[in-house]
């Protein structure tokens, strides 16, 4: 459509109503998932599909398609919705396209093969809404994910976006803005968990020339991709949200204020849509100068980062933008007062930036009535792992481990029993299964050793080595510190190597209480978080699985069956029929046997890469312990 700089609250209003009389209720649409996720399951060659078949059959001016951001379903993708019923297709197929315009589209059939089926009851699910992953989450955030094109700024405003910014610009001031934020509650959801109020009045009193405020949009935290998929399916909220962050820092000011998304440049989408926000959001008047005809002046650059966890933390970040390398500096100065290039600076991540429209629109009351006493609000968690539903889940805070796991994650896959879940991404706590009930917020997960951080929540099934995940974890963290401090560099190798011994059956009975005090040391002298936290995937499974420890010392044996030096691959000669699967397979030729009859494994030739385990469809392999011997006396196990 035709468009012109929006220069007042009437103009705005005015355009978004045209733009929803435009939309037809009733009208058929095919919402294809277009997040990263969905991407890598060929969503694109689908929705050309989609868009062929509808042409081939006249049908292109009678249904929509719209191309969407991440749904957060993404181990079922391609995900498709056809609306206005709101039917839930996954992991849909080029073959499928046309059965689907067929039967659905034109005579209104559910094709059942296409459902979801929970893995629990066995039942198929027709709408998206009834889908247990959904159905029990409280989306917020992400409600709009599915509802519009990421790369359009009409969708945007036509589902009330950029109301919160007139709003904030022409009927509030800055002081009653941070206001409003300080009584919502907000906290910083990159992991700290800073009141964002706090924060932004901080850097408003403070003085300078210039002040910044910057998006991290860099999401250290490999496991987790929960701001990626906001950045990419909906980055006009998170431009709203740093326009009403500058506002409310800055005041009236024409001169003096720059922001700036700083997001990984591994992240194509998230800066391409982005980006485009950034245009059409200056086009329309939404951003640059004279925003929306109030006087205020605020432009937006992106800038790339190269992908280093420790740039996650805030004065490292800020090195980073300023061309140098990404260490984080002394905290006695806040960089509120003295931040980027020496000026006052505001630094939130995606996440707690796009929360803030809502609250300006809804009011904070409405926002404090989310959540538990210190954490109000939703809050997005990437649940992967040994668990039947992954993808993104937003829940309110203080909802429980076991509700986010089994109501909404549908349990552990293969009737397994769960055994633990890391919350808070590679620095947070391993919590055991006697702590499903306790509720998740900042608080509580601080008080059993663990943390909120990025949102990570990784499950973990009864076939999970606890001294191997410590272990994976500080191998990725030790190669991610800055190195420059010692406490972090020195420490995190050194427990490093101990564990490392540990799952090669060499470990010594003081190992434990050298851990233990490394990991102390290394927490509490550490120069930023990512040393400070380091140590929690030690601390937390020594608190909690310190059994397993002891095995691997005492008993040179490793309880899951993970650890390499510690197992052997044996094959049941009552369960083997010989079918000569497992020698197929076998790297090593490891595997001897006549066909039909019971074959052995030579423990010198196998290499235990576990593909004869995979393949056995008897289950005649089994893993079990290379060589345990007894515990000592309780005596013998203290550390001298």
Known sequence: MNQERISSPEGLALLRQQLQSRRTADKPCITVCSGTGCQAYGCQAVTAAFREELEKRDLSDQVDILTTGCHGFCERGPVVVLQPQGIFYERMKLKDVAEVVEETIAKGEVIDRLLYQDPRTGEKIVHERDVPFYKLQQREILSMNGMIDPTSIEDYIAVDGYSALVKALHEMTPDEIVDAIKQSGLRGRGGAGFPTGRKWEGCRRAEGEIKYVICNADEGDPGAYMDRSVMEGNPHSVIEGMIIAAYAIGGHRRHGLEGYIYVRNEYPLAVKNAGLALETARSYGLLGEDIAGSGFNFDIQIRRGGGAFVCGESSALMQSLQGNVGEPQAKYVRSVEKGLWNQPTTLNNVETLANVPLIIRRGWEWYAGIGTEGSKGTKIFSLVGKINNTGLVEVPMGVTLREIIFDIGGGIPD????????????????????????????????KVGSMMGSGGMIVMDEGTCMVDIARYFLDFLKEESCGKCVPCREGIARSLEILNRICQGKGRPEDIDLLEELSETVQGFSLCALGQTAPNPVLSTLKYFRHEYEAHIFEERCPAGVCKALIEYWIDPELCTGCGACTRVCPQEAITGEKKTPHTVTRSECIKCGACYDVCRFEAITIRSAGVKAAPAVEAVEAP
Do not use: I
Request: with cysteine; hydrophobic share 35%.
């Open 415 to 446: 009737s397994k029993e769960f055994k633990a879940v890391q919350t808070g991404g590679p620095s947070g706590g391993c919590l055991p299964e006697n702590m499903l009930d306790l509720p998740v917020d900042f608080d509580e997960l601080a």
